[in-house]
């Protein structure tokens, strides 16, 4: 199989793949291909938002302290490779074709879908590199989630939970806090994310007694001074400042530190050093980027009105610092997009919609409509937009941000930028 043939097995199946309502099509997957995660050391890791955030400081400082880890995240974000890692290789093109051959003689023609697929691909390569440890993103939810295959983890990590993919997981955030802590198993143990309510908490801590799981609390990391575009916070006394920019990242990043904390007590040696190291350099692209330059331009694929919300945050501190704000911004027809908008082009100085950059995309036009009750704004494409929008802030001292969707993002970054 070559990378052609290979890509268009992976393609031939749908995001989705036929309905499902318990792990049964997973499990049958796994186990035609010999059952690789059952070999395999995990920590798991579901939420709304933070989780690529959340993985990758834990993942980097595993790997800081000498241990191969594999790095399983969703969507991709430059090309299908990067969502399956080894410390900071992709898998390479050999070994996906490879083994994409191997699932292909074993799996039959059910209607698996694309993301179980993948996840299959990544345990048998995960397992033949013999990794240490995997730590693991789930896709949706965390009940039904085809990762939830996995044996008891050495940690589950919940992070913060809000409003998203309810027509899949509910219309309250408790029921799609009940569909995360899923993933949350017998003599296995769970961490979540400070940035919860309390109705969350206490749902996390009843399901974590209910099924006999340690709930660990998180390590005490108060914020120093007044945040600013970094968050920077205290850590057994040490000034740290997360390489990513957004107060929530105080947030993902107090959650990593404890799970590299517990970590210890299951044999893995992740130094200060290392949880340091990767708290002050780990980025993640695409996730509120900040990308120096001139023009300064901040990438966002946050989709759903929390992760809208947060972005918000990030340009009032930006526009209190004087910084005229232009945005271009995309979305999908699946999410609030209405609400979103509103959020952002009421900070902007002028707004510039964009489509066409999936299939889904709701028409620029709509969203120029939305936004023009809020700021000056017009519609075109991406890379007319993106141009325009960088010239501006240019010309005027101010920042370009790019939003609204990770396929947005993805489009940004292999044809824009």
């Known amino acids: 199989m070559n990378i052609e043939e290979c890509m268009s097995f992976i393609n031939s199946y749908s995001k989705s793949g036929g309905r499902i309502t318990d792990l049964s099509r997973a499990r049958e997957l796994m186990k035609r291909v010999g059952d690789p995660q059952e070999r395999l050391k995990f920590v798991h890791i579901a939420g709304t938002n933070g989780k690529g955030s959340t993985l990758e400081y834990i993942a980097n400082a595993l790997q800081f302290s000498g241990y191969k880890t594999g790095k399983f995240t969703s969507p991709f974000v430059l090309r299908y490779t990067d969502r399956i890692r080894i410390n900071d290789d992709e898998i390479d093109e050999e070994s996906l074709c490879d083994i994409a051959d191997f699932v292909k003689e074993r799996i039959g023609d059910a209607a698996y879908s694309q993301f179980e697929i993948t996840m299959a691909i990544a345990m048998l390569w995960y397992e033949r590199e013999k990794c240490d440890i995997v730590v693991l993103e789930t896709g949706i939810g965390g009940t039904l989630d085809s990762t939830n295959v996995i044996p008891p983890p050495l940690l589950s990590v919940i992070t913060s939970i809000s409003l998203d993919h309810t027509a899949l997981l509910g219309d309250t955030v408790e029921e799609i806090a009940s569909h995360k802590a899923g993933i949350i198993k017998s003599g296995s143990a769970v961490i979540l994310s400070e940035d919860n309510p309390d109705s969350v908490r206490e749902l996390v801590r009843e399901t974590a007694e209910r099924v006999g799981a340690e709930l660990i ?26 390489a990513m920019a957004g107060i929530h990242q105080k947030y993902n990043a107090q959650t990593a530190i404890t799970a590299c904390i517990y970590l210890r007590s299951k ?151």
């Open 217 to 242: 609390p998180c390590e005490d990391c108060p914020p120093y001074g007044d945040g600013g575009l970094f968050s920077p916070f205290r850590y057994r006394g040490i000034k740290l400042t997360p």
């Open 267 to 417: 044999g893995f040696s992740v130094s200060d050093s290392s949880i340091i190291r990767s708290v002050e350099t780990t980025q993640v692209r695409g996730r509120v980027q900040y990308i120096d330059g001139e023009p300064p331009v901040l990438v966002d694929g946050g989709h759903n009105p929390a992760g809208v919300g947060m972005l918000s945050l990030m340009l009032m501190y930006l526009s209190t610092r004087g910084k005229k704000i232009y945005t271009v911004m995309g979305m999908v027809d699946s999410k609030d997009y209405v609400d979103c908008v509103k959020k952002i082009s009421g900070l902007s100085d002028k707004f510039f919609a964009v489509d066409g950059f999936a299939p889904n995309a709701v028409s620029a036009e709509t969203l120029a409509d939305i936004a023009s009750f809020r700021t000056e704004a017009e519609y075109g494409s991406l890379e007319e937009c993106a141009e325009k929008a960088k010239a501006l802030a240019r010309e005027n001292g101010g920042v370009a941000v790019i939003c609204g969707s990770l396929y947005l993002v993805s489009e940004y970054f292999n044809t824009v930028q």
